[in-house]
């Protein structure tokens, strides 16, 4: 028998009680030994389900308990999940969790003292809920060179963008639907603003590449300032708008990584990943491009995959998991600001010929396009090949004769 | 070091030579063993090779050699690759596999034989390719019933629909094309008879549900009556043609299983899946549906998988990895002709309205469907809640009055 405690009570952590308690008969199957949940760590009471005994409001039951080998958390947040982590990883208890904060911002140091003891630290539900992809890419590495990974990361603001296009809901809009659907919270910024999908692609980089990268270094936009125009004009340019996380090994042997709402090209296969889905696309140099797509998020998706890491952790007592990266490595993560990648602009101008013929001057390819319903002071145009930074320097070009650039969106390659 | 052999030095075989030169310094860091290929059989001679001095034409310099303790079979074909591998698991050598005919015919006895000597019989490779699959499948059983598995399987036959769909070539035409890219064989039949498919999906029902379906107890029908109508058809009730393998458990807990090319809505992932990709839906209980796409076969995509598992293979040298069926179970598959499903029927007629009468006499729900330039005298409808063996009781209703059933094709309700 197999005794485990989990540290919270909340969406995740019930969904957990939920598929233990379901699955009991194919998980003693895999895992060979029977799961017994020993403890659970609440602050609240919950005196009315069948395992109420088990509950406890005090950590120190579970790091004192030497018959607990697994701790499973699900709490969330840095403090005192992160304490609490440490503490079982230092006292000989492998780790389980769904916690992305924790991973992008403690992962090199968890998995070091993971290693050092010994034990494995397993974060599947980290990323992309119950959509398999730690374990594949961990996996397929090993046969693999990863050159790139690219995702749609995060199911609300997905859910948000699909609803501006598909229905023409503006930003605002299509967020108060989010939230009375329950699945943006009260407070979205964490969504919105990107920090969700940063978090992902920081622990996905960390993963295929080696060395930690934190979630500070990462160019992160979000999604708050994309218009209905916008979503046309990726729309007359053949394609959507996408919030992705990207990075991408260049050959300075320096990641290239940001995340920012794209242009997605209609052929992409990220393009069809609509709603409160995700999509995820490995290009490794063997196996071409991987997509896994599925429900990124939500109760029992992401408690299955916490199971799984469970099982895992059973059969995996004594062998460790291959499961590693180095603490981050100076000089690693390249500016943002140099990378050479096509951009939309949407201008605002009293002269469309005239602004034209200022960016021509100024960018070596500039093509417009016209979205339906184009507003008579209103220019879209694409401009290739070029960096932030040149588009920065070069705004006095792109706002000459009275024009305003109201935006840029990256357009993506994949 | 971990001795291996290689059955077979065709397009898989120099492929997993390359994938292992290619990524020795990832390979051991994984395998924490340094991978040495000791034995390539093949009956004919490649002198000109780096490592022409392994090559031998006799089995038995390798069933001989109790230093090799993996074989990787990727001759393909039932004999005499069973017979190798069957006497490579009896003497105590671990085997991988990236043969579908030999996992989808004999899978359940040599995953015995196997588990009798305590060794790895793996096949990751046998389907999708390069897309992680029997693992992820593997893996999230334990947490998850899965409910239903359908996927696009074979590439050859996608690449076929997606020319015929989007460049408007016929069958024959695409076939060609197909044959002239390299991507279909002088015979084709095994891909375009959807023998390949239902290979696949019997391994896939086997391991998800937990006994062996054998190729011959699957309905199979191929892509070679689909036309240009057909085609037409399928887009004026709003998606695409794709020949789709697909199982699913029934409340009588017997399988429906079926290899059929099928109607699927736009709004499916499967949908968007082109070219030469395979693309493999999963429904669990607790995931939801996750979709797996990338290149379905190609030597480097293939070559990745044999060699992950290689890398399994060493590390489980004493812990067998939990995969595994039983062997067929009598009265395991519902008989297809009895499934209630929705069809799409193509006629030709020289009155449609009269035809639409003795149907609708004939059936409860029918609802036209009229392609572009559809032609005079013909007729789509979509029939709901049908089985096959209506159909086919019913033909003479179908078939009044000098009407003619061209075709049916299955709607896919995914």
């Known amino acids: 028998m197999a005794d485990i405690a989990i540290l919270g009570h909340g969406v995740v952590g019930s969904g957990v009680m939920e598929v233990i308690e379901g699955h009991r008969e194919s998980l003693f199957e895999r895992a060979k030994e029977e799961i017994n949940v020993k403890h659970i760590l609440d602050l609240r009471d919950f005196p009315d389900l069948p395992y109420s005994d088990k509950f406890t409001k005090s950590f120190d039951d579970i790091i004192g308990d030497d018959s607990v080998r697994i701790v499973v958390e699900v709490m969330g947040g840095l403090h005192p999940a992160y304490d609490y982590v440490k503490a079982c990883l230092e006292s000989g208890k492998s780790v389980v969790t769904s916690n992305k904060e924790l991973v992008a911002t403690k992962g090199a140091e968890l998995l070091r003292i993971a290693r050092e003891n010994n034990l494995n ?110 979503v046309g004009y990726a729309k007359a340019w053949g394609g959507v708008i996408k919030l992705i996380g990207q990075v991408k090994m260049l050959g300075n042997r320096k990641l290239h990584i940001i995340v920012a709402p794209m242009f997605i090209s209609e052929e992409s296969q990220l393009a069809h990943v609509d709603d409160v889905f995700n999509g995820i696309m490995v290009r490794g140099d063997a196996t071409g491009d991987v997509v896994f797509y599925g429900k990124g998020a939500g109760k029992l998706p992401t408690a299955s995959a916490v199971v799984a890491d469970i099982i895992d952790c059973i059969k995996h007592f004594k062998a460790r998991k291959y499961l590693f990266w180095e603490d981050a490595k100076p000089d690693y993560i390249e500016d943002y600001k140099l990378a050479k990648m096509n951009f939309f602009l949407h201008i605002n101008t009293p002269d469309k010929e005239k602004t034209m013929r200022s960016l021509e001057d100024a960018f070596e390819k500039v093509r417009r396009v016209i979205r339906d319903n184009e507003n008579e002071n209103e220019l879209g145009v694409v401009i290739s090949d070029v960096s932030f930074a040149e588009l920065d320097e070069k705004k006095a070009h792109i706002e000459k004769d009275g024009a305003r650039l109201l935006g840029r969106i990256v357009i993506s390659e994949f």
Chains 1, 2 share one sequence.
Not at 184 to 211: N, Q, T, W
Not at 223 to 229: D, F, M, P, S
């Open 121 to 230: 630290f397993l974060f599947e539900a980290s990323v992309g809920g119950g959509i398999p992809i730690i374990r594949p890419i961990s996996q397929c590495l090993a046969a693999n060179d990863v050159a790139e990974i690219a995702g749609i990361l995060n199911g609300t603001t997905n859910f948000i963008l699909t609803k501006m296009i598909r229905d023409k809901m503006d930003f605002a809009e299509a967020l108060k639907l989010a939230q009375e659907n329950g699945y943006a919270e009260r407070d979205p910024s964490a969504d919105v603003g990107g920090e969700d999908s940063c978090r992902k692609i920081c622990i996905l980089a960390s993963l295929a590449f080696g060395h930690h990268v934190y979630p500070d270094e990462v160019y992160t936009q979000g999604i708050t300032e994309i218009t209905l125009e916008d």
